[in-house]
């Protein structure tokens, strides 16, 4: 019997009692891990293929240590310039052992949490009044002298009246700041 499992965003083929190298996973050494990703099973002549992944199949691990891989050389060199440079990295990996491959007969459900979508900027307590100023429909109207203004002048207005916050104020936040004063 055989799987293929996706494992630290990388897809292996694994059997029973396989040694694998993957890269660095967050698991003591001694610990045993499951992955559900499997994407395929092969039980001889039978394969069953998922869509994107088997449901009620996992594969049973066990980490038997961490280590680095060999050392790769990355050299860079432009000829006539004088451009030499020599790099060297190593990859941290985990060795892990396929303890058991298969199908249970429940599928454990993970809870589905819904994400709130908040929001990060919030807006300063006199945008905030500006605002809802603006919105309400009971709220005096703009007159047609403060619309025919410039910002500035309208900013310069909103100073002398005491109206807090309003530099960063929109025309239209600024005509409904003052007509609510």
Do not use: C, W
């Amino acid at each position: 019997m055989y799987a293929i499992v996706e494992i630290a965003g990388q897809q292996f083929k694994v059997a029973k009692d396989q040694k694998v190298y993957v890269h660095r996973l967050d698991a003591k050494t001694g610990s045993k891990i499951s992955f559900d990703q499997v994407l395929l099973l092969g039980d001889g002549d039978k394969v069953t293929v998922g869509a994107p992944a088997i449901a009620n199949a996992s594969v049973e691990a066990k980490v038997v240590k961490h280590l680095k891989d060999d050392k790769v050389i990355v050299f860079k060199k432009k000829r006539r310039k004088g451009y030499r440079v020599k790099n060297g990295h190593r990859q941290s990996l985990t060795e892990i052992l396929i303890e058991s491959i298969g199908t249970s007969a429940k599928k454990k459900a993970a809870p589905a949490e819904k994400v709130e979508k908040t929001n990060v900027k919030a807006k300063p307590a006199a945008k905030k009044e500006a605002a809802k100023a603006a919105t309400k429909k009971t709220a005096a109207k703009p007159s047609a002298d403060l619309s025919s203004k410039t910002v500035a002048e309208l900013k310069a207005m909103a100073k002398e009246s005491g109206v807090s916050g309003y530099t960063s104020l929109k025309k239209a936040e600024l005509i409904a700041a003052l007509s609510a004063k």
